[in-house]
Protein backbone atom coordinates (compact mmCIF):
# COMPACT_ATOMS: atom_id res chain seq x y z
CA UNK A 1 0.00 0.00 0.00
CA UNK A 2 1.06 3.73 -0.84
CA UNK A 3 2.58 5.65 1.97
CA UNK A 4 1.87 9.21 1.42
CA UNK A 5 4.71 10.29 3.61
CA UNK A 6 7.06 8.10 0.73
CA UNK A 7 5.13 9.86 -2.32
CA UNK A 8 6.30 12.81 -4.19
CA UNK A 9 3.48 14.98 -5.89
CA UNK A 10 5.62 17.29 -7.64
CA UNK A 11 4.17 17.64 -11.01
CA UNK A 12 1.17 15.46 -10.11
CA UNK A 13 -2.55 16.61 -10.53
CA UNK A 14 -3.87 15.15 -7.49
CA UNK A 15 -7.73 14.29 -6.39
CA UNK A 16 -8.73 14.28 -3.01
CA UNK A 17 -11.56 13.12 -1.83
CA UNK A 18 -11.92 15.76 1.37
CA UNK A 19 -14.85 15.49 4.20
CA UNK A 20 -15.90 19.10 3.57
CA UNK A 21 -19.35 18.71 5.32
CA UNK A 22 -19.47 21.31 7.37
CA UNK A 23 -22.35 23.34 9.25
CA UNK A 24 -23.35 26.96 7.91
CA UNK A 25 -26.06 29.08 9.38
CA UNK A 26 -28.32 31.52 7.51
CA UNK A 27 -25.96 33.93 6.07
CA UNK A 28 -23.92 30.44 4.49
CA UNK A 29 -21.23 30.81 6.38
CA UNK A 30 -19.16 28.04 8.10
CA UNK A 31 -19.82 27.57 11.71
CA UNK A 32 -17.34 25.03 12.80
CA UNK A 33 -14.24 24.39 10.27
CA UNK A 34 -12.66 21.47 12.02
CA UNK A 35 -13.13 19.33 9.13
CA UNK A 36 -11.70 21.56 7.11
CA UNK A 37 -8.59 22.05 9.42
CA UNK A 38 -8.66 18.41 9.22
CA UNK A 39 -7.61 18.30 5.63
CA UNK A 40 -4.99 20.85 5.62
CA UNK A 41 -2.04 18.75 6.40
CA UNK A 42 -2.76 16.73 3.20
CA UNK A 43 -3.28 20.02 0.78
CA UNK A 44 -0.36 21.64 1.81
CA UNK A 45 1.45 18.13 1.34
CA UNK A 46 0.37 18.47 -2.42
CA UNK A 47 1.32 21.79 -2.93
CA UNK A 48 4.23 22.14 -1.07
CA UNK A 49 5.97 19.39 -3.27
CA UNK A 50 4.92 21.07 -6.65
CA UNK A 51 1.76 19.02 -6.81
CA UNK A 52 -2.17 20.54 -8.48
CA UNK A 53 -4.77 19.37 -5.32
CA UNK A 54 -8.51 19.23 -6.87
CA UNK A 55 -10.82 18.53 -3.91
CA UNK A 56 -13.87 16.93 -4.03
CA UNK A 57 -16.61 16.12 -1.25
CA UNK A 58 -20.32 16.33 -0.50
CA UNK A 59 -22.32 19.02 1.50
CA UNK A 60 -25.35 18.08 3.17
CA UNK A 61 -28.10 15.76 1.98
CA UNK A 62 -29.08 17.65 -1.45
CA UNK A 63 -31.88 15.39 -3.55
CA UNK A 64 -29.52 14.54 -6.00
CA UNK A 65 -29.80 18.30 -7.98
CA UNK A 66 -27.98 21.31 -7.22
CA UNK A 67 -29.34 23.60 -4.41
CA UNK A 68 -27.85 26.82 -3.39
CA UNK A 69 -28.23 26.08 0.07
CA UNK A 70 -25.57 22.81 -0.34
CA UNK A 71 -23.33 24.50 -2.51
CA UNK A 72 -19.66 23.99 -1.77
CA UNK A 73 -19.21 27.32 -3.02
CA UNK A 74 -19.72 28.72 0.46
CA UNK A 75 -16.85 26.82 1.88
CA UNK A 76 -14.68 28.54 -0.58
CA UNK A 77 -13.64 31.41 1.71
CA UNK A 78 -12.95 29.23 4.75
CA UNK A 79 -10.70 26.91 3.25
CA UNK A 80 -9.02 30.12 1.46
CA UNK A 81 -8.17 31.33 4.58
CA UNK A 82 -7.09 28.11 6.44
CA UNK A 83 -4.64 27.62 3.22
CA UNK A 84 -3.19 31.44 4.12
CA UNK A 85 -5.17 33.56 2.07
CA UNK A 86 -4.45 31.11 -1.01
CA UNK A 87 -7.01 31.42 -4.08
CA UNK A 88 -9.29 28.40 -4.29
CA UNK A 89 -10.50 27.66 -8.17
CA UNK A 90 -14.49 26.50 -8.23
CA UNK A 91 -16.05 24.59 -10.87
CA UNK A 92 -19.65 24.76 -10.36
CA UNK A 93 -19.78 21.23 -11.53
CA UNK A 94 -17.96 18.54 -10.25
CA UNK A 95 -18.31 16.15 -13.39
CA UNK A 96 -19.13 18.52 -16.91
CA UNK A 97 -17.08 19.33 -20.01
CA UNK A 98 -16.19 22.81 -18.19
CA UNK A 99 -14.96 21.07 -15.10
CA UNK A 100 -12.55 18.73 -16.51
CA UNK A 101 -11.50 21.44 -18.66
CA UNK A 102 -10.56 23.22 -15.86
CA UNK A 103 -8.56 20.07 -14.03
CA UNK A 104 -6.86 19.58 -17.13
CA UNK A 105 -5.90 23.61 -17.08
CA UNK A 106 -4.73 23.67 -13.51
CA UNK A 107 -1.13 24.42 -13.01
CA UNK A 108 1.33 22.98 -10.15
CA UNK A 109 0.53 24.71 -6.93
CA UNK A 110 -2.73 25.74 -7.55
CA UNK A 111 -6.02 24.44 -5.57
CA UNK A 112 -9.47 23.57 -7.53
CA UNK A 113 -12.45 22.62 -5.39
CA UNK A 114 -15.38 20.54 -7.60
CA UNK A 115 -18.92 21.14 -6.60
CA UNK A 116 -20.97 19.20 -4.32
CA UNK A 117 -20.52 15.31 -5.51
CA UNK A 118 -24.66 14.35 -4.59
CA UNK A 119 -25.78 17.19 -6.89
CA UNK A 120 -25.44 13.62 -8.95
CA UNK A 121 -27.70 10.46 -7.97
CA UNK A 122 -24.76 8.66 -9.27
CA UNK A 123 -22.39 9.36 -5.96
CA UNK A 124 -24.95 7.63 -3.68
CA UNK A 125 -27.81 6.48 -4.80
CA UNK A 126 -27.96 4.94 -8.59
CA UNK A 127 -25.22 2.51 -8.75
CA UNK A 128 -25.83 1.51 -12.13
CA UNK A 129 -24.27 5.06 -12.83
CA UNK A 130 -21.22 5.02 -10.46
CA UNK A 131 -18.69 3.80 -12.07
CA UNK A 132 -19.11 6.40 -15.13
CA UNK A 133 -19.29 8.88 -12.51
CA UNK A 134 -16.31 7.74 -10.92
CA UNK A 135 -14.31 7.46 -14.39
CA UNK A 136 -15.33 11.10 -14.51
CA UNK A 137 -13.99 12.53 -11.66
CA UNK A 138 -10.69 10.69 -12.03
CA UNK A 139 -10.28 12.27 -15.69
CA UNK A 140 -7.79 14.15 -15.61
CA UNK A 141 -5.74 13.41 -12.57
CA UNK A 142 -2.39 11.44 -11.70
CA UNK A 143 -3.29 10.70 -7.96
CA UNK A 144 -6.40 9.51 -6.18
CA UNK A 145 -6.07 10.52 -2.24
CA UNK A 146 -8.75 9.76 0.38
CA UNK A 147 -8.73 11.53 3.55
CA UNK A 148 -12.29 11.49 4.11
CA UNK A 149 -12.78 9.33 7.12
CA UNK A 150 -16.52 10.79 7.88
CA UNK A 151 -17.78 9.10 4.52
CA UNK A 152 -15.44 5.81 4.84
CA UNK A 153 -18.45 3.42 5.60
CA UNK A 154 -19.84 4.20 2.42
CA UNK A 155 -19.59 2.43 -0.65
CA UNK A 156 -20.06 6.09 -2.77
CA UNK A 157 -18.14 6.67 -6.19
CA UNK A 158 -15.79 9.27 -4.84
CA UNK A 159 -14.95 7.15 -1.70
CA UNK A 160 -14.29 3.58 -3.20
CA UNK A 161 -15.20 3.33 -7.11
CA UNK A 162 -12.99 6.24 -7.78
CA UNK A 163 -10.02 4.13 -6.73
CA UNK A 164 -10.43 1.23 -9.58
CA UNK A 165 -9.12 3.70 -12.02
CA UNK A 166 -5.61 4.58 -10.48
CA UNK A 167 -2.81 2.41 -10.46
CA UNK A 168 -1.81 0.85 -6.54
CA UNK A 169 1.10 3.32 -6.33
CA UNK A 170 -0.86 6.45 -7.78
CA UNK A 171 -3.52 5.77 -5.00
CA UNK A 172 -3.30 6.15 -0.87
CA UNK A 173 -4.79 7.60 2.36
CA UNK A 174 -4.32 11.14 3.55
CA UNK A 175 -3.09 12.45 6.92
CA UNK A 176 -6.80 12.69 8.46
CA UNK A 177 -7.56 8.75 7.26
CA UNK A 178 -3.99 7.49 8.78
CA UNK A 179 -4.65 9.26 12.00
CA UNK A 180 -7.83 8.22 12.30
CA UNK A 181 -6.91 4.68 11.57
CA UNK A 182 -4.09 4.54 13.98
CA UNK A 183 -5.93 6.10 16.60
CA UNK A 184 -8.55 3.48 16.31
CA UNK A 185 -6.10 0.93 16.17
CA UNK A 186 -4.42 2.09 19.13
CA UNK A 187 -7.46 1.68 20.73
CA UNK A 188 -8.55 -1.56 19.74
CA UNK A 189 -5.61 -3.68 19.36
CA UNK A 190 -2.72 -1.75 21.79
CA UNK A 191 -4.71 -0.31 24.70
CA UNK A 192 -3.03 -0.24 27.99
CA UNK A 193 -5.44 -1.50 30.76
CA UNK A 194 -7.69 -0.25 32.69
CA UNK A 195 -9.51 0.07 29.18
CA UNK A 196 -13.10 2.12 29.37
CA UNK A 197 -15.57 2.54 27.32
CA UNK A 198 -18.41 5.28 27.55
CA UNK A 199 -21.08 4.95 25.38
CA UNK A 200 -24.00 7.08 25.76
CA UNK A 201 -27.39 8.85 23.23
CA UNK A 202 -30.45 7.89 22.69
CA UNK A 203 -30.78 4.09 21.92
CA UNK A 204 -29.22 0.67 22.66
CA UNK A 205 -29.62 -0.47 19.46
CA UNK A 206 -27.49 1.86 17.49
CA UNK A 207 -24.55 1.14 20.11
CA UNK A 208 -25.60 -2.62 20.46
CA UNK A 209 -22.77 -3.92 17.48
CA UNK A 210 -19.92 -1.30 19.18
CA UNK A 211 -21.14 -2.56 22.66
CA UNK A 212 -20.60 -6.44 21.33
CA UNK A 213 -17.65 -5.78 20.35
CA UNK A 214 -15.88 -3.83 22.82
CA UNK A 215 -16.78 -6.70 25.51
CA UNK A 216 -13.69 -8.45 24.62
CA UNK A 217 -11.66 -5.85 24.94
CA UNK A 218 -12.95 -3.33 27.71
CA UNK A 219 -12.43 -3.78 31.67
CA UNK A 220 -15.21 -1.14 32.34
CA UNK A 221 -18.29 -0.35 30.20
CA UNK A 222 -19.99 2.75 31.33
CA UNK A 223 -23.42 3.95 30.20
CA UNK A 224 -25.63 7.11 29.42
CA UNK A 225 -27.94 9.12 27.78
CA UNK A 226 -31.02 8.00 26.97
CA UNK A 227 -30.30 4.71 26.71
CA UNK A 228 -29.71 4.18 30.28
CA UNK A 229 -33.50 3.77 30.92
CA UNK A 230 -33.89 0.60 28.50
CA UNK A 231 -31.55 -1.50 30.95
CA UNK A 232 -32.77 0.11 33.62
CA UNK A 233 -36.46 -0.94 33.18
CA UNK A 234 -35.16 -4.16 32.13
CA UNK A 235 -33.98 -4.13 35.57
CA UNK A 236 -37.41 -3.76 36.89
CA UNK A 237 -36.91 0.63 37.58
CA UNK A 238 -39.44 2.95 37.26
CA UNK A 239 -38.52 5.08 34.51
CA UNK A 240 -41.43 7.40 34.72
CA UNK A 241 -41.98 9.56 30.80
CA UNK A 242 -38.02 8.64 30.40
CA UNK A 243 -36.65 7.43 27.04
CA UNK A 244 -37.15 3.41 26.10
CA UNK A 245 -37.17 1.19 23.35
CA UNK A 246 -39.36 -1.15 24.79
CA UNK A 247 -38.52 -3.92 22.14
CA UNK A 248 -34.43 -3.60 23.59
CA UNK A 249 -35.31 -5.05 27.20
CA UNK A 250 -34.36 -7.95 26.56
CA UNK A 251 -31.19 -7.29 24.68
CA UNK A 252 -29.88 -5.13 27.37
CA UNK A 253 -30.54 -7.48 30.05
CA UNK A 254 -28.14 -9.86 27.82
CA UNK A 255 -25.29 -7.11 27.39
CA UNK A 256 -25.04 -7.29 31.47
CA UNK A 257 -24.97 -10.70 31.16
CA UNK A 258 -22.50 -11.01 28.38
CA UNK A 259 -19.80 -8.03 30.48
CA UNK A 260 -20.90 -10.14 33.86
CA UNK A 261 -19.68 -13.41 31.81
CA UNK A 262 -16.63 -11.63 30.66
CA UNK A 263 -15.57 -9.57 33.84
CA UNK A 264 -16.63 -6.39 32.23
CA UNK A 265 -17.39 -3.69 35.01
CA UNK A 266 -20.75 -1.88 33.90
CA UNK A 267 -21.16 1.15 35.76
CA UNK A 268 -25.42 2.36 34.64
CA UNK A 269 -26.09 5.67 36.53
CA UNK A 270 -27.38 5.82 40.03
CA UNK A 271 -29.35 9.20 39.78
CA UNK A 272 -30.44 11.84 37.49
CA UNK A 273 -31.02 14.97 36.68
CA UNK A 274 -35.31 14.74 35.54
CA UNK A 275 -37.80 17.34 33.80
CA UNK A 276 -40.93 17.59 33.75
CA UNK A 277 -41.69 18.14 29.98
CA UNK A 278 -38.49 18.35 27.28
CA UNK A 279 -37.99 22.13 27.42
CA UNK A 280 -34.59 24.38 28.17
CA UNK A 281 -37.26 25.82 31.15
CA UNK A 282 -38.15 22.77 32.36
CA UNK A 283 -39.15 22.29 35.99
CA UNK A 284 -36.19 19.85 37.76
CA UNK A 285 -35.54 17.18 40.00
CA UNK A 286 -32.93 14.80 41.15
CA UNK A 287 -34.04 11.02 41.86
CA UNK A 288 -32.59 7.74 41.78
CA UNK A 289 -31.98 6.60 38.39
CA UNK A 290 -34.77 3.65 39.04
CA UNK A 291 -37.67 5.95 40.87
CA UNK A 292 -38.08 8.47 38.77
CA UNK A 293 -41.64 9.99 39.27
CA UNK A 294 -44.40 9.14 36.61
CA UNK A 295 -44.99 12.24 34.62
CA UNK A 296 -41.21 13.08 34.82
CA UNK A 297 -38.05 12.36 32.32
CA UNK A 298 -34.68 11.52 32.96
CA UNK A 299 -32.65 14.11 30.72
CA UNK A 300 -28.54 13.88 32.42
CA UNK A 301 -26.73 11.63 34.80
CA UNK A 302 -26.96 13.11 38.59
CA UNK A 303 -24.12 14.45 40.85
CA UNK A 304 -23.68 10.76 42.38
CA UNK A 305 -23.45 9.19 38.92
CA UNK A 306 -20.90 12.10 38.16
CA UNK A 307 -18.60 11.44 41.03
CA UNK A 308 -18.41 7.56 40.31
CA UNK A 309 -17.92 7.99 36.76
CA UNK A 310 -14.97 10.48 37.11
CA UNK A 311 -13.88 8.27 39.24
CA UNK A 312 -13.89 5.49 36.68
CA UNK A 313 -12.30 7.60 33.94
CA UNK A 314 -9.28 8.87 36.23
CA UNK A 315 -7.77 5.41 36.78
CA UNK A 316 -8.32 4.46 33.36
CA UNK A 317 -5.26 4.08 30.46
CA UNK A 318 -7.22 3.56 27.87
CA UNK A 319 -10.45 5.48 26.93
CA UNK A 320 -13.01 5.67 24.52
CA UNK A 321 -15.98 7.90 24.37
CA UNK A 322 -18.99 7.78 22.33
CA UNK A 323 -22.40 9.65 22.79
CA UNK A 324 -23.19 12.24 25.49
CA UNK A 325 -24.62 11.82 29.08
CA UNK A 326 -27.88 13.45 28.23
CA UNK A 327 -29.53 16.16 26.79
CA UNK A 328 -26.39 18.59 26.89
CA UNK A 329 -27.66 21.29 24.14
CA UNK A 330 -29.77 22.39 26.58
CA UNK A 331 -27.95 24.38 29.68
CA UNK A 332 -30.03 22.76 32.46
CA UNK A 333 -28.78 19.17 31.36
CA UNK A 334 -25.34 19.82 30.22
CA UNK A 335 -23.46 18.88 33.60
CA UNK A 336 -22.67 15.32 32.89
CA UNK A 337 -21.53 15.66 29.44
CA UNK A 338 -19.68 18.45 30.66
CA UNK A 339 -17.89 16.45 33.18
CA UNK A 340 -17.11 13.64 31.37
CA UNK A 341 -15.53 15.83 28.85
CA UNK A 342 -13.25 17.19 31.10
CA UNK A 343 -12.58 14.38 33.31
CA UNK A 344 -11.25 12.55 29.57
CA UNK A 345 -9.19 15.74 29.36
CA UNK A 346 -7.73 14.87 33.34
CA UNK A 347 -7.12 11.20 32.28
CA UNK A 348 -4.96 12.27 29.18
CA UNK A 349 -2.72 14.61 31.31
CA UNK A 350 -2.12 11.79 33.24
CA UNK A 351 -1.10 9.57 30.91
CA UNK A 352 -4.02 8.11 29.84
CA UNK A 353 -5.08 7.43 25.83
CA UNK A 354 -8.49 9.23 25.02
CA UNK A 355 -10.75 8.81 21.77
CA UNK A 356 -13.53 10.41 21.20
CA UNK A 357 -15.84 10.32 18.21
CA UNK A 358 -19.47 10.64 17.00
CA UNK A 359 -21.32 14.29 16.47
CA UNK A 360 -22.47 14.86 19.88
CA UNK A 361 -19.31 14.01 21.89
CA UNK A 362 -17.06 15.91 19.26
CA UNK A 363 -19.55 18.91 20.13
CA UNK A 364 -19.20 18.69 23.90
CA UNK A 365 -15.42 18.76 23.20
CA UNK A 366 -15.43 21.75 21.47
CA UNK A 367 -18.16 23.52 23.76
CA UNK A 368 -15.16 22.83 26.65
CA UNK A 369 -12.37 24.05 24.33
CA UNK A 370 -10.76 20.80 24.77
CA UNK A 371 -10.11 19.07 21.61
CA UNK A 372 -6.15 19.93 22.50
CA UNK A 373 -6.52 18.54 26.00
CA UNK A 374 -7.95 14.56 24.44
CA UNK A 375 -5.38 12.00 22.49
CA UNK A 376 -7.28 11.90 19.50
CA UNK A 377 -11.21 13.68 18.04
CA UNK A 378 -12.50 11.52 15.32
CA UNK A 379 -13.56 13.49 12.37
CA UNK A 380 -16.24 10.29 11.59
CA UNK A 381 -18.91 9.14 13.82
CA UNK A 382 -20.84 6.49 11.82
CA UNK A 383 -17.30 5.68 10.39
CA UNK A 384 -15.74 5.38 13.28
CA UNK A 385 -18.43 3.01 15.15
CA UNK A 386 -18.81 0.57 12.16
CA UNK A 387 -14.74 0.55 12.37
CA UNK A 388 -14.74 -0.61 15.98
CA UNK A 389 -17.56 -2.69 15.34
CA UNK A 390 -15.03 -4.76 12.67
CA UNK A 391 -16.86 -4.02 10.02
CA UNK A 392 -14.71 -3.43 6.70
CA UNK A 393 -15.26 0.08 5.31
CA UNK A 394 -15.76 0.46 1.57
CA UNK A 395 -13.46 3.93 1.64
CA UNK A 396 -10.47 1.89 3.47
CA UNK A 397 -10.79 -1.46 1.74
CA UNK A 398 -10.63 0.04 -1.94
CA UNK A 399 -7.31 1.09 -0.67
CA UNK A 400 -5.99 -1.03 1.61
CA UNK A 401 -6.48 -4.18 -1.03
Known sequence: MQLIDNFNFSGKKVIVRVDFNVPLNANFEVTDDTRIKGALKTINKILDQGGAAILMSHLGRPKSAPEEKYSLKHVISNLSKNLGGKEVKFADDCISDKAIEMKKSLKMGEVLLLENLRF????????????????????????????????????????????????????????????????????????????????????????????????????NLIIGGGMTYTFIKALGGKIGNSLCEEDKLDLALEILNKAKAKGVKVYLPTDAV???????????????????????????????????????????????????????????????????????????ANGAFTLVGGGDSVSAINKNNLADKVSYVSTGGGAMLEYIEGKNLPGIKAIRK
Not at 141 to 165: P, Q
Not at 171 to 186: S, T
Not at 274 to 301: H, Y
Open 274 to 348: NADKFDAAANTKLSKIDETPDGWMGLDIGTETIKTFNEVIKNSKTVLWNGPMGVFEMEKFAAGTTSVAKALALAT
Open 120 to 219: YAAEDKDKEGMKAFAQKLADGCDVYVNDAFGTAHRAHASTAIIAEFFADNAKMFGYLINDELNAMDNVLLQSKKPFTAIMGGAKVSDKILVIENLLDRVD
